[in-house]
């Protein structure tokens, strides 16, 4: 009885280990995410709003004007927001390539576990 109630605590001791490691891990890897783009800092959002005003800016200026500045305006703009887009891309691949690679290391982890608790359960 006394090493059923021995093994009982030793169980709650390794969950409550394991909580506190998946819960630093989660950490981790969200201010992985973070630093990969997942997240806007100030400075993305500082460059989105000057961003957006030199487009408007743009399309203001070819309005009011005629000629070849008016085709060289709207071909900025359609040409900022192009790479913009280009970058967007990009930024969303590499967090899409990380979030892979955590979800593969889950499944490595998890099959890992699951072969443990076989061997368990054969002896």
């Given at each position: 009885m006394i090493d059923n109630y021995r093994n009982s605590e030793q169980e709650i001791y390794d969950l409550k280990k394991e909580i506190e490691q998946f819960k630093e891990d989660r950490d981790r890897v969200r201010a992985i995410v973070?630093?990969?783009?997942?997240?806007?800092?100030?400075?993305?959002?500082?460059?989105?709003?000057?961003?957006?005003?030199?487009?408007?800016?743009?399309?203001?200026?070819?309005?009011?004007?005629?000629?070849?500045?008016?085709?060289?305006?709207?071909?900025?703009?359609?040409?900022?927001?192009?790479?913009?887009?280009?970058?967007?891309?990009?930024?969303?691949?590499?967090?899409?390539h990380f979030q892979l690679w955590i979800l593969t290391s889950m499944e490595w982890r998890l099959n890992e576990t699951i072969k443990l608790l076989k061997e368990k359960e054969g002896k």
């Open positions: 973070g630093q990969l783009g997942g997240i806007p800092t100030f400075n993305t959002k500082m460059f989105n709003v000057v961003f957006a005003i030199f487009v408007l800016a743009c399309l203001l200026i070819s309005l009011r004007s005629g000629g070849v500045l008016q085709l060289a305006m709207i071909e900025l703009a359609v040409a900022a927001i192009s790479v913009k887009l280009m970058y967007l891309m990009h930024c969303q691949s590499r967090v899409d």
